[in-house]
């Protein structure tokens, strides 16, 4: 295995034509970026059940099964655990998903988000003794399961079932690596001790470390002004001996263009460059308000439909940015267009599902107060 071959194309986040409705993904600049990216010698798709409400499988179909020979690439898929409700669900969603993909088989095949909750889900439905017939009957290369959830409980399920899988998918970076609630390093060496690889998301955290402070972005420069803030994130990912993939999820050409250079012309992390970013993470830890890195999943289990991680993110650039438009989205968009944050009746049911571990109802009131208790800038503003 070369450095090359750890850069996988990260399906959650495709480009749109409309930026408010995931399912409208803009197949022609997504097919275009597929070429890119195979031309320049890649070749792992990671999707699942849910990214784009179903439609990034879709268009995985679309700009890569449909248009490149089978042998040609690799599509890592994950069971909605979540949405499983008998042990028959199993089947009946592999076959959708193998359907919406067009293809026999999967070259990865995981347990979708692994945590508290979804764990006893995925064992009350037998999902891991059914993702291990799947290995047996070729229907999957490879199995393992995403996880969000502390090094605690990593080490339970490891316990279980690490004799069975090939791989565990987590979030790992240079922000999360001794993050006490998400625990990467943590969380590695567990795989590292059960020689398991590991496959890296949200190695950006969400865009949170590239969305830095200008301050931030001001260091990265000084110290090399011809790399961009993502090659070094990605870079502290790939370094790792047993990360074998690093997921980025694009939207841009300019992005995949500079993710592509960043793995063709790989560098281990030096000494130097790994106390630099841990000098860079301590200081956007102090600076990230809320580190929400824009999964979704609470949205999904909210009763009252608030658009939590869009309040989030209006509340970490009036942080770092208290100006009059960002306090006007917050008006004119948000509270006034969708549900407000006020709304939030401390019910607790989002917190099970957080990935990033937010005391989210404790965080919304935050925002409330920061936007409408007075403590807002904007009423000044005329
Ligand atoms: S605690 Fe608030 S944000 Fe979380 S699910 Fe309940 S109403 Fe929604
Ligand atoms: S609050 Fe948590 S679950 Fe919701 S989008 Fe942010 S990180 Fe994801």
């Known amino acids: 295995m070369t450095y090359k071959s ?4 990260g399906c959650m986040r495709l480009p749109q034509t409309d930026e408010n409705d995931p399912t409208k993904v803009d197949q022609e600049l997504f097919n275009r970026m597929v070429d890119t990216y195979m031309e320049n010698g890649f070749n792992y798709f990671d999707t699942s059940y849910a990214y784009h409400g179903g439609i990034s499988e879709v268009a995985i179909r679309k700009a890569v099964v449909e248009r490149y020979p089978r042998e040609s690439f690799q599509i ?27 293809i026999d088989y999967f070259d990865v095949f995981f347990v979708h988000n ?23 009957e070729g229907i999957a290369k490879k199995i393992g399961f995403s996880f969000h959830d502390n090094a605690e409980l ?34 590695y060496e567990l795989c590292v001790k059960h ?12 865009g949170v470390i590239i969305n830095c402070p200008d301050e931030i972005k001001a260091d990265f420069n000084n110290f090399n002004p011809d790399k961009s803030i993502a090659s070094f994130a990605l870079r502290f990912a ?38 630099f970013l841990e000098k860079m993470a301590e200081k956007l830890d102090a600076s990230v308000a809320v580190p929400c890195s824009e999964c979704g999943y609470c949205i999904k289990e909210c009763p009252e439909m608030i658009p939590i991680p869009e309040y989030f993110s209006l509340y970490n650039l009036s942080k770092n940015r208290p100006a009059e438009d960002i306090y006007k989205l ?20 989002c917190l099970d599902f957080c990935t990033q571990k937010i005391d989210i109802p404790e965080e919304l009131e935050k ?13 000044s503003f005329p």
């Open 238 to 275: 790939a370094s790792l001996d047993n990360v074998k993939i690093v997921l980025s999820g694009m939207n841009k050409m300019e992005d995949l263009l500079d993710n592509c250079d960043t793995f063709e012309n790989f560098e281990p992390l030096s000494e130097n460059e790994s106390e």
């Open 114 to 136: 692994v945590n508290t909750p979804w764990l006893k889900l995925a064992e009350k439905c037998d999902t891991f003794e059914y993702i291990k017939k799947m290995k047996e």
């Open 154 to 187: 990593l080490e339970k399920v490891l316990d279980k079932y690490a004799d069975i899988i090939d791989i565990v998918q987590l979030q790992l970076n240079y922000l999360d690596w001794n993050d006490p609630m998400i625990e990467s390093r943590k969380c």
């Open 76 to 102: 890592c898929d994950k069971m909605p655990t979540w949405a499983l409700t008998s042990k028959e669900d199993n089947e009946k969603f592999v076959n959708e998903m193998l359907e919406r993909l067009g």
């Open 330 to 349: 917050y008006f004119d968009k948000l509270a006034d267009e969708k549900v407000p944050a006020s709304e939030c009746t401390y019910c607790g049911t």
């Open 6 to 9: 750890k850069f996988g194309f």
């Open 367 to 379: 925002v409330c107060e920061n936007f409408e208790n007075g403590f807002s800038p904007y009423a």
């Open 195 to 206: 020689g398991l690889d590991v496959y890296v998301m949200e190695p950006l955290k969400g």
